[in-house]
């Protein structure tokens, strides 16, 4: 027999006098609350009635709910639904928090209706049976906002990219074989002469740049094809798109780099204490920035930093250890243990934002070190060799 275990239980879990639960749709939401009966003692007592989706109808719930001294509101995370509720409930001084539909989810076999789900909602709200979502603060909502902005125009910018690929294969033009990529300098001006007119294969030819030159006579095949003006007009317009998107994203990288710097909790320290945007970057710094620090992990350049702030936000307290942050991201699998078998879990959706960040390749894999050496038996070689994957449950910060 096992000496029993003591668990105390979280701060969600804390049992609640009164609370309040919304059931949310597009247009409206069903609120229900649940209070001391007022003539039965150790009874309790549910309300339930509509409010429409509208800051006046929210805002006047909230004051409604504050004048009843609800403790918690719960919303249930429908789409984007649940973002008038929660900030306008929010600025009227009520707790309230996000919780995933799948954790409140009712037992199967019963009716389902949205009167029932709001009672449901605040029947386990009361008994902390909820775990409340991560919702950044306005600045940081704010600023994922611009990073999230960003990755469309730059996933738009490489489909751009790829249609131009497929219209340069469908005239005959096999530049992409022979290019790094059609982003190159070289590859822009010889596209761009061809939507211009020309068509001597020499001619384009002798617009590489740099080592391109080198592949002169590969070049020279590769752009005989059959580009005629249909093609031309249709390559102008794709690369007008992509300055278009290219001029975008730059603006929004420099609000993005704005909106951290006017962010206290990213700045920097310098030697004697001082802190603010511009601290922390000489060599006597004692605190780095954020985004410098995190640039210091390999493969994570300043943009993809601001990205992780962005989604995980500055106060890393939300998370109480590095292997909480990476479930929430997704990248870990969930527990699955019966006995005496332990079955791999499969990964929660997670924040497919920072999972997409976290998952993009190191540019340069780090040099070995002698300790990583020495443990591989002294061979460098042996060192920079990929190694077995660990069984731990995912990679951590």
């Not at 989810?105 to 009672?119: F, H, I, S, V």
């Not at 761009?192 to 080198?214: C, F, N, Q, S, Y």
């Not at 985004?291 to 994570?300: D, H, K, S, T, Y």
């Not at 960040?357 to 894999?365: F, H, L």
Request: glycine residues 8%; proline residues 7%; positive net charge.
């Amino acid at each position: 027999m096992s000496r029993p275990q003591v668990i105390d239980d979280e701060e969600h879990e804390r049992v609640h006098e009164r609370v309040a639960a919304v059931d949310v749709a597009k247009d409206s939401g069903v609120v229900c609350t649940r209070l001391p009966h007022p003539s039965r003692p150790g009874a309790r007592q549910s309300t339930v009635w509509t409010v429409r989706a509208r800051m006046g109808a929210v805002g006047k719930l909230g004051r409604q709910l504050k004048d009843s001294g609800i403790e918690l509101v719960t919303l249930e995370s429908t789409s984007d639904y649940w973002r008038i509720w929660f900030f306008v409930l929010e600025a009227c001084g009520l707790a309230v928090q996000l919780v995933n539909a799948a954790q409140a989810r009712n037992l199967p076999g019963r009716p389902k209706t949205d009167k029932l789900d709001a009672m449901w909602l605040a029947r386990l709200t009361e008994l902390g049976l909820l775990r409340a979502s991560f919702v950044p603060p306005a600045a940081i909502r704010a600023l994922r906002d611009y990073t999230r902005a960003r990755t469309r125009l730059v996933q738009e910018r490489t489909r751009c990219y790829q249609r131009l690929e497929k219209l340069l294969e469908g005239a005959l033009v096999k530049l992409s074989s022979v290019a790094s990529k059609l982003t190159t300098e070289s590859a822009k001006d010889m596209i761009k002469a061809m939507i211009a007119g020309e068509r001597d294969p020499r001619v384009l030819a002798a617009l590489a740049r740099t080592r391109m030159k080198a592949r002169h006579d590969e070049l020279v095949e590769a752009l005989d094809g059959m580009f005629d003006d249909h093609h031309g007009e249709l390559a102008r317009m794709l690369l007008d798109q992509i300055a278009f998107l290219d001029e975008r994203a730059t603006q929004l990288t420099a609000r993005i780099t704005a909106a951290v710097a006017a962010m206290p909790a990213a700045w920097g320290v310098d030697g004697d204490g001082t802190a603010g945007p511009d601290a922390g970057t000489g060599p006597d710094a004692a605190v780095l920035p954020a985004v410098q620090r995190l640039a210091e992990i390999p493969g994570i350049s300043p943009d993809l930093a601001r990205a992780i702030i962005a989604e995980t936000g500055l106060d890393m307290s939300r998370f109480p250890t590095a292997a909480h942050l990476v479930s929430w991201a997704g990248l870990c699998p969930s527990a699955r243990q019966s006995g005496p078998r332990t079955r791999a879990g499969k990964k929660g959706q997670g924040n497919t934002w920072l999972r997409g960040s976290s998952a993009r390749p190191p540019s340069a894999p780090p040099a070995p070190t002698r300790s990583s050496a020495s443990a591989t038996g002294g061979s460098p070689a042996a060192a920079a060799r990929p190694r077995p994957r660990s069984p731990s449950p995912g990679p951590s910060w």
